[in-house]
């Protein structure tokens, strides 16, 4: 057997494999610099090897995600580790063109040959069809829901279209079907992480649409007890079950005068009825 040419053959097909793929192949280094941009790559994001490579990955990163993306990009640089290392990971993406569109990745940690980190490869498609799928369910379940349904009368809620749960001292809270019918196919979520600690009115997360993309604002004070990572990577029950596993978070309440402003569901109807009556959209959340 010659081993030198069987190793060459191997290397050969390995480098084939990547290049041939349809789904885009990328390699970053430790600063977040492209070093390899297979054909897959150039199809999707339709940047040639030339223009990618020694580029930084800000050219398929839209603006208003790349601060909390290079945050976790330089944690996993200096700890070696990532916890997404096994979860699909779905994210909107922009091409050169400067559309934006939904993507799916996995991301796996390459280390060289003593064992040092050399940066983050990632193996990225293109989800657009999958999603207009759901978007159409999304709309026929949306057709077929009423008025009482909407808006379980036992929650409270807020004029930001956040549904409130009493649970022994904490909250759990969520958006309503409000937003869900507003924004009708929710591509990407962000939400703050288990024992942040919040203030009413700051901003903690987003919400993005093929539609648009909407701020989250606390709609209380306190410390965040449990997030619902289920939603962060598959957003489908925000629209078809908002009340139960399309919750989002649960908060320990910091300011019991805050609970005391919170809307009855009557209360609540009137926000809605005088939004499309003045065809006003969800405004902030």
């Known amino acids: 057997m010659d081993t030198k040419r069987d190793n060459l053959s191997m290397e050969w097909l390995c480098l084939q494999i990547v290049e041939k793929s349809l789904d885009a192949i990328v390699f970053a280094d430790k600063e977040g610099i492209i070093q390899l941009w297979n054909s897959g790559a150039e199809a999707l994001f339709g940047y040639t090897k030339e223009e990618a490579v020694g580029k930084s990955l800000d050219i398929i990163i839209p603006e208003h995600l790349r601060e909390r993306h290079w945050e976790g990009y330089r944690r996993t640089m200096e700890t070696g580790t990532t916890r997404y290392g096994k979860e699909v990971l779905s994210v909107p993406a922009i091409r050169k063109d400067g559309s934006s569109f939904p993507i799916e990745f996995t991301v796996t ?7 040092e980190l050399l940066g983050v490869a990632a193996i990225i498609r293109d989800v657009t069809n999958r999603l207009k799928g759901k978007q159409r369910t999304q709309e026929q379940h949306v057709r077929v829901k009423t008025k009482s349904e909407n808006f379980p009368r036992e929650l409270k809620y807020t004029r930001e279209h956040w549904w409130i749960k009493l649970e022994d001292g904490k909250v759990r809270i969520g958006i309503t079907q409000r937003v869900a019918d507003f924004l009708t196919l929710i591509t ?98």
């Open 109 to 115: 940690l390459i280390q060289g040959q003593k064992g």
């Open 188 to 285: 990407n979520v962000e939400l703050p992480k288990a024992g942040d600690e919040i203030k009413a009115g700051d901003t903690i997360g987003i919400i993005e649409s093929q539609k648009t993309t909407v701020d989250l604002f606390a709609p209380l004070s306190g410390n965040v007890v449990e997030v619902n990572e289920s939603i962060v990577k598959d957003p489908l029950p925000l629209v078809f079950d908002p009340y139960g596993k399309g919750w989002m978070m649960v908060i320990k309440p910091s300011n019991p005068d805050e609970l005391n402003e919170l809307l009855d569901i009557e209360e609540y109807l009137k926000v809605v009825e005088w939004e499309k009556e003045t065809l006003k959209g969800v405004g902030r959340l």
